[in-house]
T-cell receptor, first 113, second 113 residues
Framework: QQPVQSPQAVILREGEDAVINCSSS?????VHWYRQKHGEAPVFLMI?????EQMRHEKISASFNEKKQQSSLYLTASQLSYSGTYFC??????????????FGKGTLLTVNP | KAGVTQTPRYLIKTRGQQVTLSCSPI?????VSWYQQTPGQGLQFLFE???????NKGNFPGRFSGRQFSNSRSEMNVSTLELGDSALYLC????????????FGNGTRLTVT
């Protein structure tokens, strides 16, 4: 089942912060975050595993709330280069589906000068 | 290391025709996944192959099929093309160990007229 991302779109000024949420109705084992710039392939940002620590990529961090089946991506002091569409991908806890990542519809982030 | 290579980059086909897309994974990656990307729908999982075996399949009709060769290269085939099949088709490879990240290719843009 496709995870739900919110918001669908957000516009920031350079230096502002943003939070993108990813929720699933199914038990999660891992959450992936990717960023896709226009006309380019999605690029991996980080993975959060059940029971794991909060992860960080430059000034972008993420958390994983196992009880709520929810992950949040925190963009701090946003830069123009952060613009793009952010996707969360989730994998369930059953062994056979570990590499079946189900992605949300994405959050379009625009950072303006 | 060379990234994931997808060919061709662009394809224009007519309804009813069939098409084959190719994906060469990163050297050493044995898992290859395919996704369909359309505006507003995000990344829809098609299937995942590991060591020439299809391990997971998404909710797509049987017109969509794939295979993986002994060198981990993968092909995806769509028969009896429909207008709704117009999309960006992305291939991603991974080490498939410990929930390793997906590395995406630049995709094949398929247009069905």
């Amino acid at each position: 089942q496709q995870p739900v991302q919110s918001p669908q779109a957000v516009i920031l000024r350079e230096g502002e912060d943003a939070v993108i949420n990813c929720s699933s109705s199914k038990a999660l084992y891992s959450v992936h975050w990717y960023r896709q710039k226009h006309g380019e392939a999605p690029v991996f940002l980080m993975i959060l595993l059940k029971g794991g620590e909060q992860m960080r990529h430059e000034k972008i961090s993420a958390s994983f709330n196992e009880k709520k089946q929810q992950s949040s991506l925190y963009l701090t002091a946003s830069q123009l280069s952060y613009s793009g569409t952010y996707f969360c991908g989730t994998a369930g806890s059953s062994g056979g589906s570990n590499y079946k990542l189900t992605f949300g519809k994405g959050t379009l982030l625009t950072v303006n000068p | 290391k060379a990234g994931v290579t997808q060919t061709p980059r662009y394809l224009i086909k007519t309804r009813g025709q069939q098409v084959t897309l190719s994906c060469s994974p990163i050297s050493g990656h044995r898992s290859v996944s395919w996704y369909q990307q359309t505006p507003g729908q995000g990344l829809q999982f098609l299937f995942e192959y590991f060591s020439e075996t299809q391990r997971n399949k998404g909710n797509f009709p049987g017109r969509f099929s794939g295979r993986q060769f002994s060198n981990s290269r993968s092909e995806m085939n769509v028969s009896t093309l429909e207008l709704g099949d117009s999309a960006l088709y992305l291939c991603a490879s991974s080490l498939a160990t410990g929930y390793s990240p997906l590395h995406f290719g630049n995709g094949t843009r398929l247009t069905v007229t």
